[in-house]
């Protein structure tokens, strides 16, 4: 559906109430919408929320960008928030990764490895540091909210932090979490695991963050405003 110059996509579900986002990197829009509403009122629906779309999508057209990364000495790397420079040692025996300081960070491959065979250890390290991070986080929120996550994982997303499967209770994180602050992984956990007390994203929600977690909106700005990762994005 296109409203004036925004290009909307329109997804029918078996869901009560009508759901709109705009998602990185170029704001593309989304559309939930109950399989009873007309075109009509789901473009209705657009246009009160147009102001919106462009201010979500503003945002993203000015926000920092990494460009792809090679993989080699010198370039600059993220974890936790903290960056470092990258420094490859070529040497046998299996990839490895360590911190050496507050300033490098070390990979260790076999000679000749690739582009890709590097990054796929720095992400493994990723990964491993993340699932480290992860359990005492959920944890504590777990304890505090009252309520508890099935399962829990770890995977490459490219247009959310995070995501909640209400019916299996299991609870999804973004690998790219392991390069930004660690009260930014901390507040996505606990975003998520407030879908296990509400659902979706209404009044209710936005009261539990505010009371829980008072400073939220802070912390989901400092994540949106970190530098987007270079991907292929598609859709």
């Known amino acids: ?12 579900k078996d869901i009560k109430n009508l759901h709109l986002g705009v998602y990185p990197p170029n704001g593309r829009v989304r559309v939930a919408v109950p399989l009873r509403l007309s075109d009509d009122a789901v473009r209705l629906a657009v246009i009160g929320k147009l102001g919106w779309i462009k201010k979500q999508q503003a945002k993203f057209a000015s926000q920092a960008r990494e ?56 992400n493994a390290w990723y990964r491993q540091r993340l699932r480290a991070l992860i359990p005492p986080l959920l944890a504590k929120w777990e304890a505090i ?20 499967t209400v ?17 930014c992984l901390e507040y996505v956990i ?13 009044e209710r929600f936005v009261s539990l963050m505010d009371q829980y977690l008072p400073h939220w909106q802070h912390l989901r700005q400092l994540l949106n405003e970190a530098p987007l990762a270079h991907a292929g994005w598609r859709y």
């Open 1 to 12: 559906m296109r409203v004036g110059d925004v290009a909307v996509h329109v997804v029918r």
């Open 67 to 122: 460009t792809q990364r090679e993989m080699v000495s010198g370039e600059s790397h993220y974890y936790l928030g903290r960056r470092y420079r990258l420094r490859v040692v070529e040497q046998k025996g299996p990839a490895h990764v360590a911190l050496r300081n507050l300033t490098t960070l070390e990979l260790k491959v076999r000679p000749g490895a690739d582009r890709d065979t590097r990054e796929r250890a720095l």
């Open 145 to 164: 909210l009252g309520v508890q996550a099935a399962s829990w994982g770890i995977k490459k997303m490219k247009t959310k932090w995070g995501g909640c």
């Open 167 to 183: 019916p299996a209770r299991r609870i999804w994180l973004n690998l790219e979490l392991a390069k930004k602050p660690a009260q």
């Open 190 to 202: 606990v975003h998520e695991l407030m879908h296990l007390l509400e659902r979706h994203h209404n």
